[in-house]
């Protein structure tokens, strides 16, 4: 069994950072796709970025986010993290990271939750403005 747990999210001002880390039980972790979503209120669950298993070469990023946002993994702490930068107030949301029983998919079926197996609780992201 997979377990994610979120952590990092705050309140930061519009122009700042944060770092989300999601942590993850079980053997799978290295073999596994891992993907980053978020939802606003009254919002449906919007694809934030992806990346591969095993090194992580590969990544995907909604446009909204790339060139701000960054997902990288290390697979000795089971760990993937999504790196913001320049926070926008409408990047407010319930994040959640996802691991997937792929280690890769082509778009666009990569960007769909349903493609990922298990879920985090989520971590709020609250950007002022």
């Known amino acids: 069994q997979v377990h994610l747990v979120e952590s990092g999210g705050g309140l930061v001002q519009a122009g700042g950072s944060l770092r989300l880390s999601c942590a993850a039980s079980?053997?799978?972790?290295?073999?596994?796709?891992m993907g980053w979503f978020r939802q606003a209120p009254g919002k449906e669950r919007q694809f934030v970025a992806a990346?591969?298993?095993?090194?992580?070469?590969?990544?995907y990023y909604v446009d909204s986010v790339r060139g701000r946002f960054t997902i990288s993994r290390d697979n000795a702490k089971n760990t993937v993290y999504l790196q913001m930068n320049t926070l926008k107030p409408e990047d407010t949301a319930v994040y959640y990271c996802?691991?997937?029983?792929?280690?890769?998919?082509?778009?666009?079926?990569?960007?769909?939750?349903?493609?990922?197996?298990?879920w985090g609780q989520g971590t709020q992201v609250t950007v002022s403005s």
């Open positions: 996802a691991q997937a029983t792929w280690s890769w998919m082509a778009r666009p079926a990569i960007t769909s939750g349903d493609q990922y197996k298990y």
């Open positions: 079980g053997r799978s972790f290295s073999t596994s796709g």
């Open positions: 990346i591969d298993s095993g090194s992580g070469r590969r990544t």
